[in-house]
């Protein structure tokens, strides 16, 4: 099973600050990443598949990028609605599983 | 617009079973798989098994074989996911979550998610 490492676990930023979360995988992925927002309270909400490119929707200032083991989620200029929980995703073809990530938790300084 | 509502929050004793539902609407139902991922406080995200709403094929995470069962009613465009043999580390927060794009094989990551469902087990 392929294991999804985030760090830092939890980081605090001031607001207009550039962000960089970080997800290892335990082997390569290739470019079968994706990243995810989960607010208090709701649904994961998806930002960035495919390692990099934007979910519908999603403002210009998330980005993605990284491939094989190393991936990285930017935030270009936080914002105060940034505020969250992120987590990284894969799938694996055999067996067929998706594993997580377990969270980088995102708070405004 | 796409749309998954789920049931409402459980409460079951150690050892019985558990069905949520997801009820989809916005787009065509069998044109996407759906999949049931739960949260909990220890073991964060957990995927656990997905639906070929057309066929009505599944598969699971071999951690929750033999006791989670996946089905689903086309005619009304809902999907169940029942849960057996629950112990207190089954409580947690279950969604229900669509591939981002159709096709024959599942999609790698969850494009839409419904609004999650508590299920609490306690004596």
């Known amino acids: 099973e392929i294991v999804l490492t985030q760090s830092p676990a939890s980081l605090s930023v001031s607001p207009g600050e550039r962000v960089t979360l970080s997800c290892r995988a335990s082997q390569s992925v290739g470019s079968n990443l994706a990243w995810y927002q989960q607010k208090p309270g709701q649904a994961p909400r998806l930002l960035i598949y495919?390692?990099?490119t934007r979910a519908t929707g999603i403002p210009a200032r998330f980005s993605g990028s990284g491939s094989g083991t190393e991936f990285t989620l930017t935030i270009s200029s936080l914002q105060s609605e940034d505020v969250a929980v992120y987590y990284c995703?894969?799938?694996?073809?055999?067996?067929?599983?998706?594993?997580f990530g377990q969270g980088t938790k995102l708070e405004i300084k | 617009q796409v749309q998954l509502v789920q049931s409402g929050g459980e409460v079951k004793k150690p050892g019985a079973s558990v069905k949520v539902s997801c009820k989809a609407s916005g787009y065509s139902f069998i044109g996407y798989y759906l999949h049931w991922v739960r949260q909990t406080p220890g073991q964060g995200l957990e995927w656990m098994a997905w639906?070929?709403?057309?066929?009505?094929?599944?598969n699971s995470a071999q951690k929750f074989r033999g006791r989670v069962t996946v089905t689903r009613d086309t005619s009304i465009s809902t999907v169940y996911m029942e849960l057996a043999d629950l112990t207190s580390d089954d409580t947690a927060v279950y969604f229900c979550?669509?591939?981002?794009?159709?096709?024959?094989?599942?999609?790698?990551?969850?494009?839409?998610w419904g609004q999650g469902t508590l299920i609490t087990v306690s004596s």
């Open positions: 495919a390692a990099s």
């Open positions: 639906i070929n709403s057309n066929s009505g094929a599944t």
């Open positions: 979550a669509r591939d981002l794009d159709g096709g024959i094989l599942p999609d790698y990551h969850f494009g839409y």
């Open positions: 995703q894969q799938y694996n073809n055999w067996p067929p599983m998706y594993t």
